[in-house]
């Protein structure tokens, strides 16, 4: 059965750090793209990063040069380590897998495998 399990969501200060993890059971995440996605409340799901096989790494403008997606192919685990946080980082945050290849974040329909989501507070 495959299955994505996301977790490290906190509440943390503005200019904090937090680290998601991503687990993968049922597949080897080597063979799939992941993403992360991020939804806050009466918003859009929307793309944050995403890694491709080879583990080139896109990112979207907001979140450029403050969160960092890796992976960790021995523990089939994807990682986002999140730097600088901002209150408009706040949002339930999701990975997801697919197997299409692409240089570029995709959206969300691009993606057939998702987790249950953790939730990022950034609040003083």
């Known amino acids: 059965q495959v299955q994505l399990v996301e977790s490290g969501g906190n509440l943390v200060q503005p200019g904090g750090s937090l680290k998601l993890s991503c687990a993968a059971s049922?597949?080897?995440?080597?063979?799939?793209?992941i993403a992360w996605f991020r939804q806050a409340p009466g918003k859009e799901r929307e793309g944050v990063s995403s890694?491709?096989?080879?583990?080139?790494?896109y990112y979207a403008d907001s979140v450029k040069d403050r969160f960092t997606i890796s992976r960790d192919n021995a523990k089939n685990t994807v990682y986002l380590q999140m730097n600088s946080l901002k209150p408009e980082d706040t949002a339930v945050y999701y990975c997801?897998?697919?197997?299409?290849?692409?240089?570029?974040?995709?959206?969300?329909?691009?993606?057939?495998?998702w987790g249950q989501g953790t939730q990022v507070t950034v609040s003083s």
């Open positions: 049922g597949f080897n995440l080597d063979e799939y793209t």
């Open positions: 890694i491709s096989r080879r583990s080139g790494s």
């Open positions: 997801a897998a697919t197997w299409g290849r692409f240089n570029y974040l995709a959206s969300v329909q691009a993606y057939r495998y």
